[in-house]
């Protein structure tokens, strides 16, 4: 899952990058609001943490021009303005939800979760094929009544690959939506995590192999039939 966190306060926004990484997203980082609002409409990203109070463009004018854009990415505003008035006005201007500063990380954390769940963004928390399940709550893996220990990044790039279930997936796609931005990550990076999840979630089991190469076009994961 990959996220946009804007925030000019740099000490916070490390902090928040740091930990949400941590917990095996990835996060890219913008420190103003034109700056974000380029990002946001570059990318593609499943959550953007958004602050009110930023320069060259505040938070409101770039949640307000990104849904006059047509994109529905969920948003959370972080504001230190806790007010009704101004609380109402981030949701009418097209926030998904909000968070006053100061606030916990823990408390960030249950949002986004929270955000990601939401049946409107089309996110499940059980992803299946076959007898492969991966609960996106839990973070577990398991193949039949097998448990699967993946790493955070393994967990990241089956996660995708679940999430787009009968397309195919480039290591380019691959590499946009696991590692944030300025990881020094190239295809063949990929090409080892797709081999090390292989070896855990295929490799093993006596079932057919859920991870195909499509050569000169990247992977796929499909239903049988």
């Not at 917990?23 to 958004?50: P, Q, T």
């Not at 399940?133 to 790039?157: A, C, H, P, W, Y």
């Not at 796609?173 to 696991?178: G, P």
């Amino acid at each position: 899952m990959k996220i946009l966190l804007v925030e000019d306060e740099h000490r916070i926004a490390r902090a928040i990058k740091e930990g949400l990484m941590n917990e095996g997203y990835a996060v890219d980082l913008e420190y103003d609001g034109e700056a974000g609002y380029l990002a946001a409409s570059a990318g593609e990203y499943d959550l953007i943490l958004l602050d009110v109070m930023l320069p060259k463009r505040n938070g409101i004018e770039v949640c307000t021009q990104l849904r006059g854009d047509e994109d529905h990415t969920p948003i959370v505003m972080l504001t230190a303005k806790d007010q009704p008035e101004d609380i109402v006005r981030g949701l009418d201007h097209g926030a998904d939800d909000y968070i006053a500063k100061p606030f916990s990380f823990e408390v960030l954390l249950a949002r986004v979760r929270a955000i990601l769940r939401r049946p409107h963004d089309k996110l499940s928390e059980i992803l299946t094929v076959d007898d492969l399940e991966l609960d996106t709550t839990n973070r577990s893996v398991r193949r039949g009544d097998q448990e699967i220990l993946l790493t955070s990044k393994e967990f990241s790039i089956l996660e995708y690959m679940l999430r787009s279930k009968n397309r195919v997936v480039s290591k380019n796609s691959i590499m946009t939506h696991v590692w944030d931005f300025d990881a020094d990550i190239l295809p063949n990076n990929v090409e080892v995590f797709v081999n090390y999840i292989r070896n855990k979630v295929d490799k093993p089991f006596s079932g057919r192999n859920l991870i195909q190469t499509m050569r000169g076009f990247g992977y796929i994961i499909k239903d049988e039939g």
